[in-house]
Antibody, heavy 118, light 111 residues
Framework: QVQLVESGGGVVQPGGSLRLSCAAS????????IHWVRQAPGKGLEWVSF???????YYADSVKGRFTISRDTSKNTLYLQMNSLRAEDTAVYYC????????????WGQGTLVTVSS | QSVLTQPPSVSATPGQKVTISCSGS????????VSWYQQLPGTAPKLLIY???KRPSGIPDRFSGSKSGTSATLGIIGLQTGDEADYYC????????????FGGGTKLTVL
């Protein structure tokens, strides 16, 4: 069965950096795109970034130039390098697998909490 | 401010029907497929509807989706207390800042 397990969250000071990881299993990793979606405490879902099956990358305007998405297909692992962190980046970060349809996400990880605070 | 607009809350009693709307524009809903997600308290979102009106395996046919122009609707019939959750619509936005967009979420209360 599909599993997505995030790690790397924690508390970081404003301006600091953090790298999130997402270990994937149960599907052919290189055949699917993977998203990062975040949810600030008590707020709705916010899409952050997407790496398509062919390696093309997309970013939300709010993180462009600060966050970098990457993947290691030999390790079935997705990464999100987050630099110049701000208080408004505080959220639970989910990695989520692109579905077989158009524009859908069919599996989500359990999320990892990132807190940006001094 | 979310790109897609949903009502903040809806409510109904068990057994009733409820609809949740999702309004967008030609750069997103108008030219792309819509998906819907259910998020129970303290859990990750779960795919309910994809490609406007298709249900993944395991999702009961009490849940349905439709799309017309730049709007989409999620319908739930035979409401159960276990349906109380936050519901989000999502789609791709093909504007200059291409990416996935979500609605602000709708809190469904089953009274």
């Amino acid at each position: 069965q599909v599993q997505l397990v995030e790690s790397g969250g924690g508390v970081v000071q404003p301006g600091g950096s953090l790298r999130l990881s997402c270990a994937a299993s149960g599907f052919t990793f290189s055949n699917y795109g993977i998203h990062w979606v975040r949810q600030a405490p008590g707020k709705g879902l916010e899409w952050v970034s997407f790496i398509r099956y062919d390696g093309n990358k997309y970013y939300a305007d709010s993180v462009k130039g600060r966050f970098t998405i990457s993947r290691d297909t030999s390790k079935n692992t997705l990464y999100l390098q987050m630099n110049s962190l701000r208080a408004e980046d505080t959220a639970v970060y989910y990695c989520a697998k692109d579905g077989d349809g158009y524009n859908d996400i069919d599996y989500w990880g359990q999320g990892t909490l990132v807190t940006v605070s001094s | 401010q979310s790109v897609l607009t949903q009502p903040p809350s809806v409510s109904a009693t068990p057994g009733q029907k409820v609809t949740i709307s999702c309004s967008g524009s030609t750069s997103n809903i108008g030219n792309n497929y819509v998906s819907w997600y259910q998020q129970l308290p303290g859990t990750a979102p779960k795919l309910l509807i994809y490609d406007n009106n298709k249900r993944p395996s395991g999702i009961p046919d009490r849940f349905s989706g439709s799309k017309s122009g730049t709007s989409a609707t999620l319908g739930i019939i035979g409401l159960q207390t276990g349906d109380e959750a936050d519901y989000y619509c999502g789609t791709w936005d093909s504007s200059l800042s291409a990416g996935m967009v979500f609605g602000g979420g709708t809190k469904l209360t089953v009274l």
